[in-house]
Antibody, heavy 122, light 111 residues
Framework: QVQVVESGGGLVKPGGSLRLSCAAS????????TSWIRQAPGKGLEWLSY????????YYGDSVKGRFTISRDNAENSVYLQMNSLSVEDTAVYYC???????????????WGHGTMVIVSS | DIVMTQSPLSLPVTPGEPASISCRSS???????????LDWYLQKPGQSPQLLIY???NRASGVPDRFSGSGSGTDFTLNISRVEAEDVGIYYC?????????FGQGTNLEI
């Protein structure tokens, strides 16, 4: 079935880096934009970043701007999130979500992965 | 940034009874294309969030018709006509009009 699967989470020390991957299957990946959204333990959802279907436009939330970089490889049906300068506040489950679009902008995220856990701790 | 405010944050319900969740945005979510860019998501216990309602009132694929959404501008509502046990979880509204996209705090619906 249509799905996205996140990977790359793990334990990292403060100040360290991690690269998350989101692999898509059973749909035409290049027709959709993608977002990363996270959820800290016991907290609500926080949108982090979005990349257009072509990969030419990227947007970030204030908490990760300048530290995180989103990218995609349509040939590999994958989206990535490079996370640098990690702090304990970045500890969360990170979700990848497929965005459905009108006129090039997303209006909803209709397919979510199961998430990958990132723990930042010394 | 657009701030999304949900109420109530906790909603105890009885199966078979209706339920309603409010979501307010700090600015209008009306796009120039006349759509309001407001969605609802449900996160069931131990699961990933799932899309329930998009563009205020459109049910996502497979969502039962007891769920409905309404509203415009800055005030939006999610209604459940008759709550079932499987509806427990945390409901989030989300605006996708402008980045950074933002979620409400979540409403915990419990039986």
């Amino acid at each position: 079935q249509v799905q996205v699967v996140e990977s790359g989470g793990g334990l990292v020390k403060p100040g360290g880096s991690l690269r998350l991957s989101c692999a898509a299957s059973r749909f035409t990946f290049s027709d959709y934009c993608t977002s990363w959204i996270r959820q800290a333990p016991g907290k609500g959802l926080e949108w982090l970043s979005y990349i257009s279907s072509s990969g030419t436009s990227m947007y970030y939330g204030d908490s990760v701007k300048g530290r995180f970089t989103i990218s995609r490889d349509n040939a590999e049906n994958s989206v990535y999130l490079q996370m640098n300068s990690l702090s304990v506040e970045d500890t969360a489950v990170y979700y990848c979500a497929r965005g459905v679009m009108i006129a090039g902008s997303p209006y909803a995220f209709d397919v979510w992965g199961h998430g990958t856990m990132v723990i930042v701790s010394s | 940034d657009i701030v999304m405010t949900q109420s109530p944050l906790s909603l105890p319900v009885t199966p078979g009874e209706p339920a309603s969740i409010s979501c307010r945005s700090s600015q209008s979510l009306l796009h120039s294309n006349e759509y309001n860019y407001l969605d609802w998501y449900l996160q069931k216990p131990g699961q990933s969030p799932q899309l329930l309602i998009y563009l205020v009132s459109n049910r996502a694929s497979g969502v039962p018709d007891r769920f409905s959404g309404s509203g415009s501008g800055t005030d939006f509502t999610l209604n459940i006509s008759r709550v079932e046990a499987e509806d427990v979880g945390i409901y989030y509204c989300m605006q996708v009009l402008q980045t950074p996209f933002t979620f409400g705090q979540g409403t915990n619906l419990e039986i």
